[in-house]
Nanobody, 121 residues
């Protein structure tokens, strides 16, 4: 069974840093893009950052220059390094992966359960 599992959230003061990790488990033939969305209370889920199979990256304007996304294909893991965090970054962060699992004939999007990031003094 394919799973996407996030870790690394927590409470941090404004200006601080956190690194989120997201690992794919299960038997898969291939991983296409991976990335992170976030959802703050009473707001819609929004894209934070994404990285393609060729490691092209894409960032939302509010995080560009502060967040960095990277992937380790061998470990089936994607990371989100978050620096200079602001209270507006407070949200549940969700990882996704476009995966081709064994037994399937196509890519499908799999989501993690989410990890809370709280930026507060």
């Amino acid at each position: 069974q394919v799973q996407v599992v996030e870790s690394g959230g927590g409470l941090v003061q404004p200006g601080g840093s956190l690194r989120l990790s997201c690992t794919v488990s299960g038997v898969i033939f291939d991983i296409n893009s991976m990335g992170w969305y976030r959802q703050a209370p009473a707001k819609e889920r929004e894209l934070v950052a994404a990285i393609s199979a060729t490691e092209t990256t894409n960032y939302a304007d509010p995080v560009r220059g502060r967040f960095t996304i990277a992937r380790d294909k061998a470990k089936k893991t994607v990371y989100l390094q978050m620096n200079n965090l602001k209270p507006d970054d407070t949200a549940v962060y969700y990882c996704y992966g476009d995966l081709w699992p064994r037994g399937s004939d196509q890519y499908s999007t799999y989501w993690g359960q989410g990890t809370q990031v709280t930026v507060s003094s």
